[in-house]
């Protein structure tokens, strides 16, 4: 099974407080994202990973940035938190783009809370 | 512009009612349309990706199915159990698998 494993279910951060979100695959999926989920919002997309060292801004890059040292393992960096930051973040993973296959599974969630 | 639009928001059944969620999409151009089954407070879970249109697939009480321009999932006989949140996303680049996703319908079945 895949499995895609984030490293903090529940957080309680400070305003102004620099975060670090883990995600490690176990796939050797070449695809990695970060994904916030807000009510009335639904699952957006920060920034994805289709290499390492690789990047690109999804749809609210604002605030975040991230980093992928190793294959496995994407990460999520709130520089200074704020409060509109408090949310769930989704990690996820996939493989590269083919005729079929190209799941892309979840993690369990990190829910932030910034106060 | 891509957009993945789910109806009803909310659904509510009894045991054993039968029925259908729907996803509809205007993308330029498809590269699969993914089911997913989201608890609360977990992350969404993966059912079923859909390629072309005709497609079906389907797993114990759920089968999903695509055309140009929408996708139903249906629900057979749902137990209490089915209760949940079911999110469509599409997925419309080759390059990045960047999904689009609807807002979910939310089910519930009441005993």
């Known amino acids: 099974d895949v499995k895609v494993t984030q490293s903090s279910r529940y957080l309680v951060k400070r305003t102004g407080e620099k975060v670090f979100l883990e995600c490690v695959q176990d796939?050797?999926?070449?695809?990695m994202f970060w994904y916030r989920q807000d009510p009335g919002l639904g699952l957006r997309l920060i920034y994805f990973?289709?290499?390492?060292?690789?990047?690109e801004k999804g749809d609210i890059p604002e605030g975040y940035s991230v980093s992928r040292e190793k294959k496995e393992r994407f990460s999520l960096i709130l520089e200074s938190a704020s409060t509109n930051q408090t949310s769930m973040y989704l990690c996820a993973s996939s493989p590269a783009y083919r005729l079929s296959g190209n799941t892309i599974y979840f993690g369990e969630g990190s829910w932030l809370t910034v106060v | 512009e891509d957009q993945v639009t789910q109806s009803p928001e909310a659904l509510r059944l009894q045991e054993g009612e039968s029925s259908s969620l729907n996803c509809s999409y205007t993308v330029s151009g498809l590269r699969g349309l993914f089911w997913y089954r989201q608890d609360p407070g977990k992350g969404p879970e993966f059912l079923f990706t859909?390629?072309?249109a005709g497609e079906e697939k389907e797993k114990e009480r759920l089968k999903a199915t695509l055309t140009k321009k929408e996708s139903f999932l249906h629900i057979t006989a749902p137990k209490p159990e089915d209760s949940a949140t079911y999110l469509c996303?599409?997925?419309?680049?080759?390059?990045?698998?960047?999904?689009?996703f609807g807002q979910g319908t939310t089910l519930q079945v009441k005993p």
């Open positions: 996303a599409v997925r419309v680049s080759s390059n990045t698998g960047k999904l689009i």
């Open positions: 796939m050797d999926h070449e695809n």
């Open positions: 990973s289709y290499d390492v060292k690789m990047k």
């Open positions: 859909l390629y072309s």
